[in-house]
């Protein structure tokens, strides 16, 4: 059997799954055209160092913009840090992968969010003070640090495997982002996790670099991993699940 890897939402990964959400045989967005279709320009340093500071992504992870002197980069929690080019003056493209970057301006011209536009997602995410930032980093830290689960995040993964493999997820216990994706992978998910059979034991294995709790599942014909990210009012906002031969 092939490895196939699914990532029903993302607070993902741009390595590269940022916001990932489409089905994948082998490594996310493996032998993806990256940034090839887009044409960069030359951009005004100081348009440029506007787009300087922090955005946030869900609970647990911020996307930071930085200015090196030379370029633009951009990275997420957990993640390693890619240069980003501009085909417009808002507009922004990864090279290393099919993603890009709009930002936005309130009516005073400020920067006020960014959207991130890929596997024809658009997320966006609001322009953060950076002590919040740093907040948000500390905590997602210190989630990492301790590698204790969140109080919720196994249930919450039983049920999501339940849901899939009847066909029912319940959509009001996911994030906008990972329902619209799970209805979309449903006929795909459906077959191969219910093909499993029955759940034999969900054990906790770590915390990501993310912040997202990992667990092995064992079922009656095979073995997966999830990843679950559970938010602190009990919705689900990110899953990826991994099987292996």
Known sequence: MNRWRVSLAAIGCLSLTLVAIATEVGPVNAGSS??????????????????????????????TVTWD??????QLTGQPTFQIYPQSAAEF???VVNAQISFLTDPQGAVSSLILHQNDRNITMP????AVARQIATNTAAKV???????????ALRRLIAGIVSGKPNYGEMSPELAEATRQQLSMLQPGIAG??????????GVGNAGWDIYAVEQEHGSTQWRIALRSD??????????GP
């Open 34 to 63: 990256g940034g090839s279709a887009h044409q960069e320009i030359a951009l005004d340093t100081k348009v440029m160092q506007g787009y300087v500071g922090t955005y946030q992504f869900g609970e647990s992870a911020v996307l």
């Open 69 to 74: 002197g030379t370029g633009l980069f951009a």
């Open 93 to 95: 493209f990864y090279k």
């Open 127 to 130: 322009r953060i003070d950076p």
């Open 145 to 155: 640090q301790s590698q204790t689960p969140t109080p919720g995040s196994e249930a």
């Open 196 to 205: 499993l059979g029955a759940v034999r034991s969900v054990a906790f294995q």
């Open 234 to 243: 009990g919705i689900i906002s990110g899953a990826l699940v991994t099987m």
